[in-house]
């Protein structure tokens, strides 16, 4: 059974930074794309970044204007998205998935449980 387990969530002030983490188990994930998504309440859930584990494509919201990256240890199937200058707009449950990929959720497969991220003004 795959799990995706997300950590690393919690809350910050404004420009701030944190590092989610998930780690994945269940099965080979090199040929699976890995996912960051964001739902802050009343809204849809948004894509925030990519990354494929074969080949190292990366890809990102335009929204994060170069202030996530998205990182991965194969040895350790896991990956990682580390959030510099953090703002209130980016307070969201944040949500680690693995698929095909792209910029949508239908392109995922496997999803976390997701974590809470708080931005204070």
């Known amino acids: 059974q795959v799990q995706l387990v997300e950590s690393g969530g919690g809350l910050v002030q404004a420009g701030g930074s944190l590092r989610l983490s998930c780690a994945a188990s269940?099965?080979?994930?090199?040929?699976?794309?890995m996912g960051w998504f964001r739902q802050a309440p009343g809204k849809e859930r948004e894509f925030v970044a990519a990354s494929h584990w074969s080949g190292g494509s990366t890809y990102y919201a335009d929204s994060i204007e170069g202030r996530f990256t998205v990182s991965r240890d194969t040895a350790k199937n896991t990956v990682y998205l580390q959030m510099n200058n953090l703002e209130p707009e980016d307070t969201a449950v944040y949500y680690c998935?693995?698929?095909?990929?792209?910029?949508?959720?239908?392109?995922?497969?496997?999803w976390g449980q997701g974590t809470q991220v708080t931005v204070s003004s």
């Open positions: 269940g099965r080979t994930f090199s040929n699976l794309a």
């Open positions: 998935a693995g698929g095909l990929g792209g910029r949508r959720p239908m392109g995922y497969n496997y």
